[in-house]
C-alpha cells in the first residue's frame, strides 16, 4: 500500500476581543440578537427534525428568569427510531471513502473559524455562562482543533502498516466499529460535545449522541454546522430527555459498540455497570471511554515563585467559576511563603467581577443551574460551621437573578478536610499550609488523598524537586503541569485524560482516542502459496 500524506494540522490561533476589535463587536451583537429572540431546538433522526410537544426551556445561568428558547423531550419511540436509523446509514458511511470523511470534518473547522465563530461563541456565552475568553478557547478554538488535529491523527494512523513477509503483502484495514457509538456529553465544554461525536464519526461510525440539557443550545449549532459541511443526515443523530431511558434504549441493544462519555463518575460506572450486565446482548465487546470528575491539585515547592503561584491558584481554581474537570481545587502551600501566597491570593482574588458575560469586564458569571448552585452552598455553608478551617474570601451566593456564587478560598488545618477530598465543581478552593522540611512526606498525602487522578500542577524552581514530584506522582494525574495551573489542555500539546477514578486515560485530543474507534482487520495475500504440506526439516 502506498503511504498517504499526513494532514499537518496547526493549532487556530485565540482572537484577543481587545475593546474596539472587529470580533469583539462581532460577538457583541450576536449576542444581543441570539438573547432577544428564542429558538427551539428539535431531535435529529436521520433527515428529520422533530420538535416535540415535551418540551424544557432553555434558561441562560446569569439571567434564569430570561427564556431563550426550548428543547424537545424524546419519546422511547424517538430513541428507538435514532437507534434503526443509524443502523440503516451504517454501511453507506462505514464505506465512505476516509478522504470524504476527512473533508466533511475539515469543512466543518473551517465553518467555526469563520461563519459560525461568533455564533457558537456567544452561543456559549448564553447557554453556558462562559466569558468571552472562555468561550472563545472552548467553542472556537478547542473545537476548531479537535477537527483538524482529528485528520491529522487519522492519516498517520491509516499509515500504520505491517511489514510484508517473504511471498507475503499485509495490510491493516482500519474499519469502523460494527455497530453504533454512543455519545454522551457534559454542560462545561462546547467543544467536547462536538469531538465526542465527530471523533467517531470520523473513523466511520455512526453516533447517538445525547448532549447534557445545559448544552443543549450549542448543541444545536453543532449540528446546524455539521450539516453545512456536507454530513449525511443519520450519521449523528442527537436524542434529548431522560438520560436514564436514553441511555438504557441505548445500552440494551445489540448493535452498541461503544460509549464515548464525558461527565460525572458516578454516571459513568452507572454506565459500565449496565454495559457489564447486558454483556451478553451484544455482538462484540464494547469499547468504554470515559473523561470523568477529578479532585486537581497544586503544590507549591519552597522554592516556589510568589507571583507564579497566585496566578496559577486563582486561573487555576477560578476560570470558568471552576466548573471544569481540571480546575485547581486543593493547594498545598509551604509554610516559609505561605503568609505572602496566602496574602497575594486573597487581596488579587477580591479585584475579581463576577457578573453577565457580556460584560466584559466580569472574569467570573455563573454557575450553570439550580442544583449546582446548592450544591456548592452547602460546601461553603459547611467550611463556615466547621472548626477546622476559616474562609478567607467568598462565601457568599445569590440565585435571585442568576446562580452566582463568590471565588471563595478556604484555609484549613486538615488535609484531610471535606473540601480537600471531594470534588465540587465550582468556585471553591481550599489551601493547606505544610511544614518546608516535610515536602517530600506530603507528596504521598497529595497522592493518597483523593480518588481521581486526572490533572495536577507542581511549582517549583528547583529541578531536583520537580524530577522527585513527577516519579512521587506518577499515578496522581493523567495530565501534570510544571509551573503552571492545571488546566487549560491544548489539542496537539496537551492530550487530555486521567486514570482512577478520573477515567480511561484514552486521551481526547490524540491518536489514542480515535484508535478506539476503529476495528483493525489485517488481510495477508500470499503470492505463491505453498502446494505441498511437509516442512524442508522432514526431508
Known amino acids: 500500500m502506498n503511504k498517504i500524506k499526513v494532514y499537518q494540522a496547526e493549532n487556530e490561533p485565540v482572537l484577543g476581543y481587545k475593546k474596539g476589535s472587529k470580533e469583539r463587536q462581532n460577538v457583541e451583537k450576536t449576542y444581543n440578537q441570539m438573547f432577544n429572540s428564542k429558538v427551539d431546538v428539535p431531535i ?36 428507538n427510531d435514532a437507534i434503526n436509523n443509524l443502523i440503516e446509514n451504517k454501511n453507506d458511511w462505514s464505506n465512505t471513502p476516509w478522504e470524504r470523511r476527512c473533508e466533511i470534518f475539515l469543512k466543518a473547522a473551517d465553518l467555526l473559524s469563520k461563519k459560525y465563530r461568533a455564533i457558537i461563541t456567544a452561543g456559549t456565552m448564553i447557554g453556558q455562562s462562559k466569558n468571552i475568553f472562555q468561550a472563545e478557547i472552548d467553542a472556537a478554538c478547542e473545537f476548531i482543533d479537535f477537527l483538524r488535529f482529528n485528520v491529522s491523527y487519522l492519516t498517520e494512523i491509516y499509515n500504520e502498516q505491517p511489514i510484508d513477509g517473504p511471498g507475503k503483502s499485509n495490510h491493516l484495514e482500519y474499519r469502523a466499529l460494527e455497530g453504533f457509538v454512543y455519545a454522551v456529553t457534559p454542560f462545561n465544554f462546547t467543544a467536547i460535545g462536538g469531538n465526542l461525536c465527530a471523533s467517531a464519526a470520523l473513523m466511520g461510525n455512526v453516533v447517538l449522541w445525547k448532549p447534557s440539557d445545559n448544552q443543549i443550545y450549542t448543541a444545536k449549532i453543532t449540528m446546524d454546522i455539521f450539516k453545512e459541511a456536507g454530513l449525511p443526515d443519520g450519521v449523528i443523530n442527537l436524542v434529548t430527555g431522560d438520560p436514564e431511558m436514553i441511555s438504557d434504549i441505548a445500552l440494551r441493544h445489540p448493535e452498541f459498540s461503544g460509549l464515548h462519555f464525558t461527565g460525572s463518575t458516578s454516571v459513568f ?271
Open 269 to 539: 460506572r452507572d454506565l459500565w455497570k449496565k454495559i457489564g450486565n447486558n454483556i451478553s446482548l451484544y455482538r462484540d465487546y464494547p469499547r468504554i471511554v470515559g473523561e470523568t470528575g477529578g479532585k486537581d491539585f497544586i503544590f507549591c515547592h519552597p522554592s516556589a515563585e510568589i507571583d507564579a503561584s497566585a496566578t496559577a491558584i486563582i486561573r487555576g481554581a477560578f476560570e470558568f467559576q471552576g466548573q471544569k474537570c481540571s480546575a485547581a481545587s486543593r493547594i498545598y502551600i509551604p509554610e516559609s511563603i505561605s503568609n505572602e501566597l496566602i496574602n497575594k491570593v486573597v487581596e488579587e482574588t477580591k479585584t475579581i467581577k463576577m457578573g453577565s458575560p457580556i460584560d466584559f469586564n466580569n472574569f467570573m458569571t455563573a454557575v450553570i443551574h439550580e442544583s449546582a448552585f446548592n450544591r456548592i452552598a452547602s460546601y461553603i455553608d459547611y467550611a463556615k460551621n466547621s472548626k477546622e478551617c476559616k474562609i478567607l474570601h467568598g462565601g457568599n451566593y445569590d440565585d435571585s437573578i442568576g446562580y452566582f456564587v463568590e471565588p471563595t478560598i478556604i484555609l484549613t488545618t486538615n488535609h484531610q478536610f471535606k473540601t480537600m477530598q471531594e470534588e465540587i465543581f465550582g468556585p471553591v478552593v481550599t489551601l493547606y499550609v505544610y511544614d518546608d522540611a516535610s515536602w517530600k512526606e506530603m507528596l504521598d498525602i497529595v497522592d493518597k488523598t483523593s480518588d481521581y487522578a486526572l490533572t495536577g500542577a507542581f511549582i517549583s524552581k528547583n529541578e531536583d524537586s520537580i524530577e522527585y514530584a513527577l516519579e512521587k506522582l506518577k499515578y496522581s494525574a493523567g495530565n501534570f503541569y510544571v509551573n503552571d495551573k492545571p488546566s487549560g489542555a491544548v489539542v496537539g500539546q496537551q492530550p487530555f485524560g486521567g486514570c482512577r477514578a478520573s477515567g480511561t486515560d484514552d486521551k481526547a485530543g490524540s491518536k489514542l482516542n480515535l484508535l478506539r474507534w476503529v476495528s483493525p482487520r489485517l488481510v495477508s495475500r500470499t503470492h505463491s502459496p505453498p502446494t505441498n504440506y511437509p516442512y524442508e526439516y522432514m526431508d
Open 44 to 79: 435529529y433522526i436521520g433527515g428529520k427534525e422533530i420538535l416535540t410537544e415535551s418540551r424544557k426551556d432553555i434558561l441562560p445561568p446569569h439571567d434564569h428568569k430570561n427564556i431563550v428558547g426550548t428543547f424537545s423531550q424524546a419519546s422511547e419511540k424517538h430513541v
